[in-house]
Every structure is written in structure tokens, then in C-alpha cells.
């Protein structure tokens, strides 16, 4: 079903259908999806939502995740995947842009490409992936007024405030932040870049009635753990952030190699989505279909 049919649009907000996702039993799990093609594929394994992350779409533009990009270049990734696959959106807001004013213009511009939920941070520019050292920390203060200004601006927009400060404050110091944070209007809490089994359990333990959100990301700090665990330990949402890319471009980088090594792909046809399940997929039949002068497509037939 395209976006360009009528059936294909929910009238409900985004962020009133991801708050009835989180407000279901059970936790919440949602794939990263980095750009339009990879939430349908996402929505066809069956997640109800997916997470647009900041180092997911800096990575695509070959740049790092340092807060470079702008609120107008996120709200392209949002509007691309909320017309791809319908899906409500948690985006990553960084650090919001600016101050109290970037950050209801960046809430506003969010709600108006499609998105469903924010994920707003306690860093200061130039910010870090939340797994990396060093992070510098804006004060609980600040980051609690750009939260009541998201707070304010929203009309539907469901909130989420990460703090990156068990690291530097420990866990006393993240909980006494995210408290603040929940004060001042958010709708639940990421606390970032936890190491430990022990650490994820003391910190909804200290935050009970509070929707918690879980980083799954890998090649940092964080063990693995499934989705089962995250809910055990006291946990309403997983997030999967980079997990796509990483997986996409590693499949892009030998696809390279071996074109430059073989002067050709065939040998790297049975890795490749064939045209049939890539149209499939975008729904290619169904664009066709709203306009009658375009002669249906026939797929070729695979050369053997």
C-alpha cells in the first residue's frame, strides 16, 4: 500500500499511537531504521515502530556523530520513513539544536515530517555517541528547561529525556537527573551507556512507574541482551539504534571489494535482494496502479 493512497494514512497523531505502543504490557522493541527502504523491511518483520538515530543518519552522510547535522536534514529522514512505512518514529534530537527555543522548533518540525516520539540529551555541543568517553554534560538545570520547552511546544510528541551522566555521576547522579527530568514533562527516560546487569536493575528500581528505555547497541558498553532481559529488568523499550547501517555497510563495503577484485558483482549475485523482492518490498505494483498510463511492469527473468 503507497503513502499516496488514502488507506495507506492514519489520522491518529504519531505520538498518540507510539504512547499506546509504550502504554501496552510488556516492552516495546524498536529496530533502528536508517532510512525509508529499511522501515518498511523493518514493518515487515513486524515492529510497530522504529528509531531514527543520529549516529545511523550521520554515518549515511559520512560524517560523525558529533551534533553536525541540522534539524531540516533530520526531518528529511523523518519525512522519507513515515512515508515508506507509515510507522510512528522515535527520532533522535540530540541535544535539541540550540536552547529552549531551537528545541520547541525542532518538536514542532518533528511533528510536522511525521514523527512520533523525541529523544532529547544532557550533552553540550560538540556532543559524543552516549558509549564513547569524555562526554561533557550540560547542567541538570538546562537540560530540564529544554525538556518543559519540548513540553510546551508538543502537541502530540511523546517525550524522551536521556541522560548520559551515569558515567561520570553514577547511578545517584543519573536517577537524581532523570527525576528532574520527569518533573519537568518528560514522558519516560534512556539512561545511557549502563555496563551492567546490576546497574540496569538499580536504575528502574529507583525510578518506579517511569517508562524506561534500553540502548541494545553494539560495540560499546552495554553486554548483550534481549529484549526478554531488558523487560525483566524493569525496562518498557529497546532500541537497536545503529544496527541496520552497521549491517548495510558492511554488506556495501565487500560488495565494493569484490566488483574491484572480480571487475564485476556476479559473483555476489545470492547476496543481493532480487529485483522482484525489492519492488515488492517499495510496492512498486502499487504506484503503478494509481496511474493508468503507465504500462505495467514485467519483471524480468533471473539470467542464469
Not at 488514502?6 to 501496552?24: C, I, K, M, Q, W
Not at 552516549?130 to 530540564?144: F, I, T, V, Y
Not at 529544554?146 to 558515567?167: C, G, M, P, S
Amino acid at each position: 500500500m503507497t503513502y499516496l493512497s488514502a488507506s495507506h494514512y492514519d489520522p491518529t497523531p504519531a505520538g498518540e499511537r507510539f504512547r499506546a505502543l509504550v502504554n501496552r504490557p510488556g516492552i516495546l522493541g524498536i529496530p533502528g531504521a536508517h532510512n525509508g527502504l529499511a522501515s518498511q523491511q523493518a514493518k515487515a518483520a513486524g515492529f510497530e515502530a522504529v528509531y531514527l538515530s543520529g549516529a545511523a543518519m550521520t554515518a549515511s552522510m559520512g560524517l560523525p556523530d558529533l551534533g553536525i547535522i541540522t534539524v531540516d536534514e533530520v526531518a528529511f529522514f523523518i519525512r522519507q520513513i513515515s512515508r515508506a512505512s507509515g510507522l510512528p518514529i522515535l527520532a533522535d534530537g540530540d541535544t535539541g539544536y540550540g536552547e529552549a527555543l531551537n528545541v520547541m522548533h525542532t518538536v514542532r518540525t518533528f511533528e510536522d515530517a511525521g514523527a512520533g516520539a523525541i529523544q532529547l540529551e544532557d550533552q553540550v555541543l560538540p556532543k559524543k555517541c552516549g558509549h564513547l568517553n569524555d562526554k561533557k554534560l550540560a547542567s541538570p538545570e538546562d537540560m530540564a528547561a529544554k525538556v518543559a520547552a519540548a513540553r510546551h511546544a508538543r502537541r502530540h510528541l511523546y517525550i524522551i529525556a536521556r541522560t548520559d551522566a551515569a558515567a561520570s555521576e553514577g547511578i545517584e547522579g543519573a536517577v537524581a537527573r532523570a527525576k528532574l527530568y520527569m518533573e519537568a514533562g518528560a514522558d519516560a527516560i534512556f539512561p545511557e551507556a549502563l555496563n551492567t546487569e546490576d546497574m540496569f536493575r538499580e536504575f528502574a528500581k529507583r525510578m518506579p512507574g517511569v517508562p524506561l528505555l534500553a540502548n541494545m547497541t553494539e560495540f560499546g558498553r552495554t553486554p548483550f541482551y534481549t529484549k526478554a532481559q531488558f523487560e525483566d529488568m524493569g525496562y518498557k523499550m529497546v532500541i537497536w539504534p545503529v544496527t541496520s547501517l552497521r549491517v548495510a555497510a558492511l554488506a556495501q563495503q565487500k560488495l565494493y571489494a569484490a566488483i574491484a577484485r572480480d571487475g564485476g558483482a556476479q559473483n555476489c549475485v545470492d547476496q543481493m535482494l532480487t529485483r522482484k523482492d525489492l519492488y515488492s518490498t517499495i510496492d512498486y505494483d502499487g504506484f503503478e496502479a494509481l496511474d493508468s498510463t503507465i504500462v505495467k511492469t514485467i519483471v524480468p527473468e533471473p539470467i542464469a
